[in-house]
Nanobody, 118 residues
Framework: VQLVESGGGLAQTGGSLRLSCAAS????????MAWYRQAPGKGRELVAW???????KYADSVKGRFTISRDNAKNTVYLQMNRLTFEDTAVYYC?????????????WGQGTQVTVSS
């Protein structure tokens, strides 16, 4: 499976962006689909994930502003980002996760840049 993110770009504070992650194969094979981000000079952090049975988890910093969703028929995962702030500026990565291992079976996209200007 390969993951390709799209939808990043420049947004103003308070604005919205919608990221998409298209998988080349069946995402049912994975326990969860997730979005991570990495800001300049910082480590990669979990933004949101959704398990195969649609249980969601969000970072505290994005709760109430971001929404993760998935379309299994299209093998696509989305991240709707509203009320963007400068602190949301980062490279956003889509990931397909398999639980129980050390991450060796996880699949990552190449990332898409999100820049929020004031």
């Amino acid at each position: 499976v390969q993951l390709v993110e799209s939808g990043g770009g420049l947004a103003q504070t308070g604005g919205s962006l919608r990221l998409s992650c298209a998988a080349s194969g069946d995402i049912f094979d994975f326990n969860a689909m997730a979005w991570y981000r990495q800001a300049p000079g910082k480590g990669r952090e979990l933004v949101a994930w959704m398990t195969s049975d649609r249980i969601t988890k969000y970072a505290d910093s994005v709760k109430g502003r971001f929404t993760i969703s998935r379309d299994n028929a299209k093998n696509t995962v989305y991240l709707q980002m509203n009320r963007l702030t400068f602190e949301d500026t980062a490279v956003y990565y889509c990931a397909a996760l398999k639980f129980g291992g050390l991450g060796e079976d996880d699949v990552w996209g190449q990332g898409t840049q999100v820049t929020v200007s004031s």
